[in-house]
């Protein structure tokens, strides 16, 4: 983000927190992070899509044809559609040019964001004529 060795040079020079923040174009509040004791020299912070891979990457192992709404309800994705449908187009040439080892489970299993492995039976129903 900012180069945060660089705002704490020019506070030991003796430049103000409003000085550095309007010669570097950061917050005030940018400033006075970096200068606090024991903060970082880099800023990072991770991207949804980056936690998110390792269960895309699953997916597509098996559905690597599989559309992104659908890999959005496998994954369980509560973050922005194009985030996720950029990182199926980035992994997606990947598994298409592989074959996979197993078979895959046919698209027709998948239920709202869950795989379903089998048919559920829960019983019959039996339907008699009532007489008035």
């Known amino acids: 983000m900012?180069?945060?060795?660089?705002?704490?040079?020019?506070h030991g020079e003796g430049e103000s927190i409003r000085g550095i923040a309007k010669e570097k174009q950061a917050s005030r509040n940018a400033v006075r992070r970096a200068?606090?004791?024991?903060s970082r020299d880099n800023y990072y912070r991770p991207s949804a899509s980056e936690s998110a891979e390792p269960a895309v990457r699953d997916v597509l192992a098996d559905y690597p044809d599989m559309v992104v709404a659908d890999v959005a309800l496998l994954i369980d994705w509560r973050h922005s559609r194009r985030t996720?449908?950029?990182l199926v187009?980035?992994?997606?040439?990947?598994?298409?040019?592989?074959?996979p080892g197993l078979d895959a489970r046919p698209d027709e299993t998948i239920r709202a964001g869950t795989l379903a492995a089998s048919s559920?039976?829960?019983?019959?129903?039996?339907?008699?004529?009532?007489?008035?």
């Open 35 to 38: 200068l606090r004791p024991g």
């Open 120 to 132: 559920i039976e829960c019983g019959t129903l039996t339907v008699q004529e009532v007489a008035w």
């Open 2 to 10: 900012h180069d945060r060795p660089a705002l704490r040079l020019l």
């Open 89 to 99: 187009a980035r992994l997606r040439p990947i598994y298409l040019d592989s074959s």
């Open 84 to 86: 996720l449908s950029d």
